[in-house]
């Protein structure tokens, strides 16, 4: 017959079922009894190794000095509700709990020790840390470091990383890895999602977790295990429906991500969503106000140096009238036909600066017009060089031009534009005496002309710069910069391309491309 249960048997038996954690400590620290959820709390299997591994309760405190603030609390107030502390559990990870207690009265009066509830907080701790990410001053940046300092406490990651996926790859939008040095999966790498796990999260919409990844399940996670990754999960980030960006946790030991830790990670996906949906729109902000800076620069450059341009040319046709309108009559015909010579060639060049900067502004808004036709390629070369050659006499043009030329297809007045613009600047950057070299090859899709001077050359890093707007090179004389730009735009909207070859103090080749006709 089964013995009846008593009620201190019963009262017993539910307080160490409790769900809630519940203990009893000694005035000195010491850990006189705690039911299992209190030994769940803190880490330990049962309450019997709880007691044995920690003889006095300041241990498991990550900061002791909270145990004496304690004491002072409960001295004054004869008790203590919700008192909040950071601890520290066997293995290496934290939580937050909330202790209330009362003291225990012995029968003589004495106040042995203490006794009370004590809750886990810690995920409410987190909830609090997520939304000062996604709701601070800071930079999104490093409010999401912020957070992430957080949940090193609870989840000793070894790698943290924040993804945006973008068409069939991710970028690392922000990567946090233990210890310090480069990082081996840094921010910004852009990372293909062919053999990757988290193409599997674009599909499911579900977390992903690798327990080993030295198992080569994917073929990324080899990468991840030389990295120091032993075991990660892959959580998606949501927008509309559709996974736009990974939260991805990686631990260094294998198998250490359990049904309970992604579960915990899994419910502060939205407030990660809303960090990365912050960082990128801060990078736009950032991107518009550097657009918007360098359009303000190029602005004031170019009006600078346009100004610049046409400064010199104005001054000489208006002091050239004053001449002849002051003394008409003191100057012979041949005179007057020279000063007149001398107007009417800075009124063309100010005139030709001014269609380039028309011509800018028409290639900025994709207006310029282009009249595409078969043309002879070979009477575009000669008038070229017959205009160079009539404008610089002492200059030595060389030519390699074959025989046998085949049509050319494009804007021809666009072509002798193009010519003329690099023929111009190689004899601007020849020194005195040197030869300018034009050389043709024609091929069976199209033809290059190659535009050869002996200046000083143009370093690499220069060359990546040379057709954009409004760059200018160390090698440059004054001026925009804008005529490269055009030739480049040119080149390419007719169907060509355009390259330099160049090792500094050894001259530069400018070789481009134009289409052959076809019948």
Do not use: C
Not at 117 to 129: K, N, Y
């Amino acid at each position: 017959m089964r013995r009846s249960e008593s009620a201190d048997e019963r009262y017993r038996r539910l307080i160490e079922t409790s769900r809630v954690g519940l203990f009893q400590t000694g005035m000195d620290g010491k850990i006189l009894w705690v039911n299992q959820a209190a030994a769940d709390i803190v880490g330990y299997p049962s309450p019997e190794e709880f007691v044995r591994a920690v003889p006095d309760i300041r241990r498991i405190y990550a900061d002791p000095a909270r145990r004496d603030e304690f004491l002072r609390e409960i001295e004054a107030s004869g008790q203590v509700s919700g008192f909040e502390y950071e601890i520290l559990r066997p293995d290496g990870s934290s939580r937050w709990i909330s202790v209330s207690a009362t003291p225990i009265m012995a029968e003589e009066g004495s106040t042995p020790g203490f006794e009370g509830s004590v809750i886990d907080v810690t995920e409410a701790r987190l909830i609090q840390a997520a939304a000062e990410a996604i709701s601070s001053d800071l930079e999104p940046e490093e409010s999401v470091r912020r957070f992430a300092q957080v949940l090193k406490k609870i989840v000793p990651f070894h790698q943290l990383t924040l993804a945006v996926i973008e068409g069939d790859r991710y970028r690392r939008l922000v990567s946090i890895s233990h210890g310090s040095g480069d990082p081996a999966l840094p921010a910004g790498e852009w990372v293909p999602l062919a053999g990757n796990s988290t193409e599997m999260v674009l599909e499911t919409k579900e977390p992903v977790v690798v327990q080993d990844t030295a198992a080569g399940l994917w073929g990324f996670d080899r990468k991840l295990h030389d990295a120091g990754v032993g075991s990660y999960a892959v959580l998606p980030l949501m927008d509309d429906g559709e996974v736009f960006a990974t939260f991805n946790v990686g631990i260094a030991a294998p198998a250490a991500l359990d049904d309970g830790l992604v579960s915990l990670l899994n419910k502060h996906t939205s407030a990660v969503a809303q960090a990365v949906k912050n960082i990128l729109a801060y990078e736009r902000e950032r991107e518009l106000a550097e657009s918007l800076s360098e359009l303000h620069r190029q602005r004031t450059q170019f009006f600078a140096e346009v100004s610049h341009d046409l400064r010199h040319p104005l001054v000489v046709v208006l002091g050239i009238s004053q001449v002849l309108l002051n003394g008409w009559e003191t100057h012979d015909d041949d005179r007057k036909k020279e000063l007149v010579e001398i107007v009417a060639r800075n009124a063309q060049g100010m005139s030709d600066l001014l269609q380039r900067d028309l011509e800018v502004a028409l290639i900025e808004s994709g207006e310029l017009a282009y009249d595409i036709e078969r043309f002879d390629l070979r009477t575009v070369i000669e008038q070229a060089v017959s205009s160079l050659r009539g404008s610089h006499p002492d200059r030595k043009i060389e030519l390699d031009i074959p025989e046998q030329l085949p049509d050319a297809f494009g804007d021809q007045r666009r072509q002798a534009q193009i010519l003329n613009n690099l023929l111009s600047n190689a004899v601007k950057f020849s020194p005195e005496g040197a030869a300018v070299r034009l050389e043709v090859t024609p091929g069976r899709r199209e033809i290059d002309v190659a535009v050869i001077d002996e200046g000083p050359g143009i370093a690499p890093e220069d060359q990546q710069k040379l057709f954009r707007r409004l760059e200018r090179l160390a090698r440059s004389e004054p001026g925009t910069g804008l005529g490269l730009f055009v030739t480049h735009a040119m080149v390419e909207a007719q169907g060509g391309r355009i390259r330099v070859e160049s090792t500094p103090g050894r001259g530069a080749r400018f070789v481009y491309t134009v289409p052959v006709a076809t019948d």
